[in-house]
């Protein structure tokens, strides 16, 4: 196996998308072949499922012999990936005769690196790790909208100063968010023409309840793509998703709450 990320946007990616991944689960399980990685796991209170789908064309390089499952400690794979360099060339190997290890080097491409650029080199044990995969249906959703990952991280941030929950109201005329606690209330009223895309069926209303503390340590970043689109209905769980580019994709379904 051998894959390489030489651009540097795309390892910047590639290091963001894991940050938030190990955010919700300390192990993960990714599947790779010869078309793309396909990443998917939950959270331990099974509120969060997560599923990322990366196409070989992402990468530089992407040679892969045999479909390969790959089990590691998210938090060890995410110090490897963050170490700082300014090296764009992130290569990731696993030896024919080694399938218990894998190794991560920083290497520059050029035949005469700069001053300064220095090779790095690790290797990170595999771990034994039982996930089965989940089969995710697929879902025609009563409300979707999109907004850029700036505005959205900023005002998930604002909400969690003013309560743990969200609720999310989507009619014809608007969106609103609000949350509420012992430091007051807060809410955010959204109109339709801010928004990059929106669409509700003809006289539906959609109010839902989620754990904003929840959403904003694992799912809420503007490192990933420019844009986050949100899709929900009163009766399935809502989705979130990132468009990593050349068709890969990151899809948070999170689990409303349950009003008592």
Not at 181 to 201: A, H, K, N, T
Not at 224 to 248: E, H, Q, R, T
Request: proline fraction near 3%; include cysteine.
């Amino acid at each position: 196996m051998k894959i390489h990320i030489c651009d540097k946007k795309k390892k910047d990616i590639f290091v963001h998308l894991f940050q938030t991944l190990k955010n919700c689960s300390s192990s993960i399980s990714m599947k790779i072949n010869s078309g793309l990685i396909h990443i998917q796991g939950m959270d331990k209170s099974h509120v969060c499922l997560f599923d990322a789908k990366i196409n070989s064309n992402w990468f530089s390089l992407f040679e892969i012999k045999k479909e390969i499952n790959l089990s590691f400690d998210s938090n060890v794979f995410y110090s490897i990936i963050s170490t700082k360099s300014d090296l764009p060339d992130l290569i990731i190997t696993m030896d024919e005769g080694d399938e218990d290890t894998v190794h991560i080097h920083f290497i520059p491409q050029e035949k005469e690196p700069k001053k300064g650029d220095f090779k790095k080199f690790f290797k990170m044990p595999l771990i034994e790790y039982d996930y089965d995969e989940m089969e995710i249906p697929s879902v025609d959703y009563d409300a979707e909208f999109s907004l850029s990952s700036k505005q959205i991280t900023e005002m998930f941030s604002q909400l969690g100063n003013f309560g743990n929950d969200i609720i999310i109201k989507c009619t014809e005329q608007d969106i609103s968010l609000t949350t509420n606690g012992v430091s007051g209330e807060m809410r955010v009223d959204i109109p339709i023409d801010d928004l990059g895309d929106y669409s509700i069926i003809e006289d539906e209303e959609i109010k839902l309840t989620y754990s904003l503390s929840y959403i904003n340590k694992m799912c809420i970043t503007n490192k990933l793509s420019n844009d986050v689109d949100f899709l929900l209905s009163n009766n399935c769980p809502m989705k979130i998703s990132y468009d990593l580019g050349d068709n890969s994709v990151l899809h948070f379904f999170i689990a409303p709450k349950i009003n008592e």
